[in-house]
């Protein structure tokens, strides 16, 4: 299944500032939740978008991009829908739990 193409809103909106390209109109594949595990290459994927975004060829600032996606990703937003994330979190819990 292919990612839908996304239409402006708060991801595209990061997404287009992350890239450096804050005015862009481009139209990005930014998968719904529950599709982005099926995607076969995840990184790959995010690194075109960001290179889309970004309106250029090449993508020498993906770490960068990458990082501040990660640093800015709203816990409680979209995210909170994708399996490996709620199972990312429900790890991280137990781990505390048997800390604290």
């Keep these: 299944m ?4 996304y239409r402006p809103g708060a991801s595209f909106d990061l997404a287009v500032e992350v890239a450096g390209n804050p005015n862009g109109k481009t139209r990005l594949e930014i998968p719904a939740p529950r599709e982005a595990e ?3 290459d995840p990184k790959a994927h995010l690194k075109e978008m960001l290179v889309n ?4 060829t090449g ?3 993906f770490p960068h991009n990458r990082r501040q996606l990660l640093e800015r ?3 409680a937003g979209p995210v909170r829908h994708v399996p490996s994330w709620q199972r ?3 790890d991280a819990r ?3 739990m048997r800390f604290a």
């Design 2 to 5: 292919m990612p839908r193409a």
């Design 94 to 96: 137990g781990a505390l």
């Design 38 to 40: 099926r995607i076969a």
């Design 53 to 56: 975004a970004a309106d250029l």
């Design 73 to 75: 990703l709203d816990p």
């Design 59 to 61: 993508s020498s600032g």
């Design 88 to 90: 990312f979190v429900a």
